[in-house]
């Protein structure tokens, strides 16, 4: 098998192809790391490895010997040194145990063969950890990659990899999906195992774990093989009637949606990302759904100022934890400027603050779950804009303070953190493209434990508007069109 035949391969596609003895394993992992050192030189997405050989993994798993890679932020692998983006913890904190969505990867089959890029404890839209180095998009190097699984997200579309682990605070599997041209579903809260050193109530609830994929039915097929519940889990959800892969291709029937591309932080939206939910809209129309005009209204400036203590307060307790592990003290010298910032913030909290911020939280949760009485589909962007230059997130910007921060990374990204704050499931699927050639992701969301809905929407959407032909200007295949030896 070739780069260009590799590269072309969904991580189902390339499964299969194992599983018949088109490649082995072996092979399979020879070029994904061939694939990731090409590519890397573009676009620096890697923050750990190609390993000597992949991580163990069970070889009757559904992904049996598929290249992976984890995102160097909440899941870990035992014994693969961590950083989190951050420079207090300098070559990495090296777990001594797998988490426990680790283990799924491992039982579904996955040979993870390299450690992803994010932005320093993932608080950005961007990946560009002063640890690191700045994460280039493939489709335009000039361009960020999205955050905070920008990392995973650029080698999955520079088809290095098929897919990878990404994790989602506030919108970080969506955004960088949308950046590169990816699906990115964030499940409902407590869908995905999130243990043992955290759980669904991380983050304040608003924390999620799954991937990165380049098809609805990989995500599908992959959610299935990991959301698995642990003993001990705080929150238990319903279980869907039947496996999540057997959504993809089956009716999802005339569904009520609702159209919305005025961002709730009544900032800009790029005229071309309108023009590309609308189409979408058009095209669901056409399908027979019911598509009326309408969002859920809350008060804007209350959400961000709940979300700018809660992530504040989030990051001061895992500089907490970091220090304690490790003897490091944070400061201006090891950690960047917006981070210390929100870290002094947190510090200074009290405890009737995150109250109140919890309580903005469900007044808002409320909120959206009485809109969905009404509908069961909210159809938006998934970003403002198409990818922004790289830059213009930055993160050690030494002017902006806790509250500054936070507005200018949702004053940007204004559509996806609301579904963290409700714990409802959104995916991003890549249907639109800017003149410039630029993916522009559609954001699909709904009620609590709606995944198999969502999944079957996404994928008639997947039929009607496929993506999979489109490939960046830094890709495995351009890089390697020879086959290998």
């Known amino acids: 098998m070739n780069f260009d035949e590799y590269a072309a391969l969904d991580a189902t596609g390339l499964a299969a192809a194992i599983a018949a003895g088109d490649l082995t394993a072996v092979e ?53 040194p961590t950083r989190m983006g951050t420079r207090m913890l300098g070559d990495g904190l090296v777990p001594p145990a ?61 088809g290095a990899v098929p897919m990878a682990h990404a994790n989602d ?69 319903a279980p869907p009637r039947r496996p999540f892969a057997q959504e993809v291709g089956a009716d999802p029937g005339r569904l009520r949606i609702a159209l919305h591309t005025e961002a709730w932080s009544g900032t800009a939206v790029d005229p071309e990302v309108v023009a590309a939910v609308e189409a979408v809209g058009r095209v669901l129309e056409a399908a ?6 309408a969002a859920p209204a809350f008060d804007w400036e209350s959400f961000l100022e709940a979300t700018v203590t809660t992530w504040a307060a989030f990051l001061a307790e895992s500089v907490a934890a970091v220090e304690a592990m490790t003897g490091t003290v944070a400061g201006p010298d090891n950690v960047e400027a917006t981070s210390w910032a929100c870290i002094q913030y947190g510090r200074e909290l009290r405890i009737l603050d995150l109250a109140a911020a919890g309580a903005v939280f469900t007044a808002v949760s409320r909120t959206v779950g009485q809109f969905f009485t009404g509908y069961d589909v909210l159809l938006t962007p998934t970003t403002n804009h198409p990818p922004m230059e790289l830059g213009y997130l930055n993160a050690d910007d030494h002017d ?71 490939t960046p200007a830094v890709h495995a295949s351009r890089i390697w069109p020879m086959p290998r030896g």
């Open 28 to 80: 399979a992992a020879e070029l994904a790391t061939d694939a990731i050192n090409s590519v890397n030189k573009e676009i620096n997405a890697v923050a750990g490895g190609p390993f000597d050989r992949p991580l163990a993994h069970a070889d009757d798993g559904c992904f049996a010997g598929v290249p992976f890679v984890i995102k160097d932020l909440i899941c870990h692998a035992e014994g693969v």
């Open 98 to 158: 797998d988490t426990h969505l680790m283990e799924r990867f491992r039982a579904a089959g996955l040979a993870t063969v390299a450690v992803a890029t994010t932005p320093e404890f993932g608080f950005n839209a961007n990946t560009e950890a002063l640890a690191y180095g700045s994460t280039r998009n493939p489709w335009d190097t000039g361009r960020s990659a999205g955050g905070s699984s920008g990392g995973s997200a650029a080698l999955v579309a520079a």
């Open 169 to 237: 605070g506030g919108g970080s599997i969506r955004i960088p999906a949308a950046c590169n041209g990816l699906v990115g579903l964030k499940p409902s809260r407590g869908r995905v195992p999130l243990g043992p050193d955290l759980d669904s109530n991380a983050l304040s609830g608003l924390a999620a774990e799954f991937a990165v994929t380049r098809s609805v039915r990989d995500a599908a097929a992959l959610l299935d093989a990991v959301a698995v519940p642990y003993p001990g889990d705080r929150v238990l959800i």
């Open 288 to 293: 027979g759904h019911r598509v009326d005009r």
């Open 400 to 470: 902006l303070d806790a509250h500054g921060w936070t507005r200018r990374i949702f004053d940007a990204f204004s559509f996806t953190p609301l579904f963290n704050t409700t714990g409802t499931p959104a995916i991003s699927l890549p249907l639109g493209q800017s003149s410039a050639g630029l993916p522009i992701g559609v954001q699909l969301a709904g009620p609590m434990c709606s995944e198999s809905m969502l999944l079957r929407l996404a994928a008639q959407l997947e039929a009607a508007m496929p993506w999979a032909s489109r």
